[in-house]
């Protein structure tokens, strides 16, 4: 679908009940980009395959924080005296995110999942959804698996709410599409794509 005026945006947040229009951003979705192909998560594939790469680095782990997320984090890494630090709203720690156990995420499935990881592999950069270029790097970013935007259905669900399943209908017609974000949303994207381009320049 293509959202070509503020005229059309402002009938779309009308008839969908959105709300102000004033509140949504349209951006681009490029069919190209979020059909790269990747394997599915699942214990047996982090267990035995992928190692749940995209939670290490070789040499520092660091994980983008929205300010309201990281004092929880920081009292939980006390609490469970896990080792890294938080400074700056990104957790730091060598090799592996501090939040990693036994193979997975401890934080998966629960509220305190930092938004920059629900997310992933997803960001958006210059009024486009993009794959970030770690995850393009990664074992699971394969020619044999699924299209990134059916794979990672929850990362588009963090991004775009129940919207999420119209989008994926949409993709699956081939085409690059139109749609509209959460300005609240766009903006806790910002926060994290600024930390990460401090980090290393890449998203
Ligand atoms: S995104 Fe890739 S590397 Fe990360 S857990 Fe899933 S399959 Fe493994
Ligand atoms: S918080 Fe969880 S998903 Fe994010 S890097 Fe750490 S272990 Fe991975």
């Given amino acids: 679908m293509q959202i070509t005026s503020k005229s059309q945006m402002k009938r779309i947040c009308c008839q969908t009940g959105r709300g102000d229009w004033m509140d949504w951003h349209k951006i681009t979705i490029p069919y190209k980009e979020v059909s790269l192909k990747f394997n599915k998560c699942s214990h047996f594939y982090n ?3 992928c190692k749940a790469a995209c939670c290490r680095d070789e040499n520092l782990m660091e994980v983008p924080t929205l300010s309201d997320e990281w004092a929880y984090l920081w009292k939980r890494m006390k609490k469970d005296n896990l080792r890294g630090t938080i400074e700056r709203n990104m957790i730091t720690s060598s090799h592996v995110c501090s939040f990693f156990k036994n193979n997975f995420c401890s934080l998966h499935n629960t509220k305190h999942k ?4 629900r997310m992933s592999p997803f960001t958006v950069h210059n009024d486009k959804l993009i794959v970030r ?3 393009k790097k990664l074992i699971c970013c ?10 990672f259905q ?5 991004l775009f709410g129940d ?6 209908e949409n993709l699956s017609f081939g085409k690059d599409i139109e749609v ?8 806790q994207i910002d926060d994290i794509n600024s930390l990460r381009l401090k980090r290393d320049g890449s998203l």
């Fill in 47 to 49: 267990n035995n395959i």
């Fill in 133 to 135: 270029s770690k995850y």
């Fill in 163 to 168: 919207s999420y399943r119209g989008i994926i």
């Fill in 142 to 151: 394969t020619s044999k698996g699924e299209p990134a935007y059916e794979v």
């Fill in 154 to 158: 929850s990362s588009l669900e963090a």
């Fill in 114 to 117: 930092p938004f920059g990881c």
């Fill in 180 to 187: 509209l974000i959460e300005k609240r949303i766009l903006s």
